[in-house]
Nanobody, 123 residues
Framework: VQLQASGGGLVQPGGSRRLFCAAS????????TGWFRQAPGKEREGVSC????????YYSTSVKGRFAISRDNAKNTTYLQMNSLKPEDTAVYYC?????????????????WGKGTQVTVSS
């Protein structure tokens, strides 16, 4: 069971970036997936999650309207489209998978984690 996050890098403020999370060893369509981030000196926070059983999406207030989570079960991949990026979005972004139905986007409910990908928003 493995999750591999990719797509991070250096982005200018106001720019966009798309993160990818590829799963291997299991089928993502039976799992909810989510993106979490951790900035230096801060706790890990839930950015966005999508519940597999009902398709409900969750967003933190800091990214709502700017980020969009999606998934392609045929490719066993989940995505995070990040638009209008701000310097405060700078963090290591992690993808995770959990039970088919979730009601909160919280790291506690997630079972599997990938290694993070660094996103730096700076001019």
């Amino acid at each position: 069971v493995q999750l591999q996050a990719s797509g991070g890098g250096l982005v200018q403020p106001g720019g966009s970036r798309r993160l990818f999370c590829a799963a291997s060893g299991f089928s993502l369509d039976a799992y909810s997936t989510g993106w979490f981030r951790q900035a230096p000196g801060k706790e890990r926070e839930g950015v966005s999650c999508i519940s597999s059983s009902d398709g409900i999406t969750y967003y933190s207030t800091s990214v709502k309207g700017r980020f969009a989570i999606s998934r392609d079960n045929a490719k066993n991949t989940t995505y995070l489209q990040m638009n209008s990026l701000k310097p405060e979005d700078t963090a290591v972004y992690y993808c995770a998978a959990g039970p088919s139905r979730i009601v909160v986007c919280n790291s506690i409910v997630m079972d599997y984690w990938g290694k993070g990908t660094q996103v730096t928003v700076s001019s």
